[in-house]
């Protein structure tokens, strides 16, 4: 079975701080990830998907993540906090033996002017 | 982004009643989800659908059944509403291909009184 592991349901950090989100992953074959990011009142956008082309993968918004299967983890990253990245965060992994996502419970991340 | 559409975007019911949320997509994506979110519980799949009618359910289907008679429709009912059934509830599409990403409907507030 598949699961998603966000320690930390609330971060804050400062504007221009660095911005890390960790996710880690439960799967039993070799997984695809995810980082959605919701803004209020809306539907989910994708950041980045790790598909096992390459282990640092970068996304929109100046974010990035790092595979690390050792560490069964996939943690977003961004250099610089901004304060329109103030949004929930979630982590999701999915498997080529199956149909469906299975998400983190999600990180709420608070920028601070 | 994909087009997809979910009607009502807002909705009050009183306990009892039936209530069909409904999703419309025009990407000709073959998957089509439903997923509902609560404080605390990020994501949870209601039940998907891997083709018309073709459904299955998901970890929180209880209370909950899903129609797909065409490709751009799926359909969300709740037979009997109750009030642990207010909540968010969004649709996702995805392409086939197992490591595609889903797209993300802007989402349905219901509330049950």
């Known amino acids: 079975a598949q699961s998603v592991t966000q320690l930390g349901s609330h971060v804050s950090v400062s504007e221009g701080a660095l911005v890390l989100l960790r996710c880690n992953y439960s799967?039993?074959?070799?997984?695809?990830l995810f980082w959605y990011v919701q803004y209020p009142n809306q539907g989910l956008q994708l950041l980045l998907k790790?598909?096992?082309?390459?282990?640092l993968v970068k996304g929109i918004n100046g974010f990035e993540a790092e595979f690390k299967k050792s560490e069964t983890s996939f943690h977003l990253t961004k250099p610089s906090a901004h304060m329109s990245d103030a949004a929930e965060y979630f982590c999701a992994v999915s498997v080529s033996t199956g149909n469906q996502f299975y998400f983190g419970t999600g990180t709420s991340l608070t920028v601070i002017p | 982004d994909a087009g997809i559409t979910q009607s009502p975007r807002h909705k009050v019911t009183e306990t009892g009643t039936p209530v069909t949320l409904r999703c419309h997509q025009t990407e000709n994506h073959r998957y089509m989800y439903w997923y509902r979110q609560d404080p605390g519980h990020g994501l949870r799949l209601i039940h998907y659908s891997y083709g018309v009618k073709d459904t299955d359910k998901g970890e929180v289907s209880d209370g909950y059944s899903v129609s797909r008679s065409k490709t751009e429709d799926f359909l969300l009912t709740l037979e009997s509403a109750t009030s642990s059934q207010t909540s968010v509830y969004f649709c996702?599409?995805?392409?086939?291909?197992?490591?595609?990403?889903?797209?993300f409907g802007p989402g349905t507030r219901l509330t049950v009184l």
């Open positions: 996702a599409t995805r392409e086939h291909g197992v490591n595609n990403e889903q797209f």
């Open positions: 799967s039993s074959v070799p997984p695809y």
């Open positions: 790790y598909t096992s082309a390459a282990t």
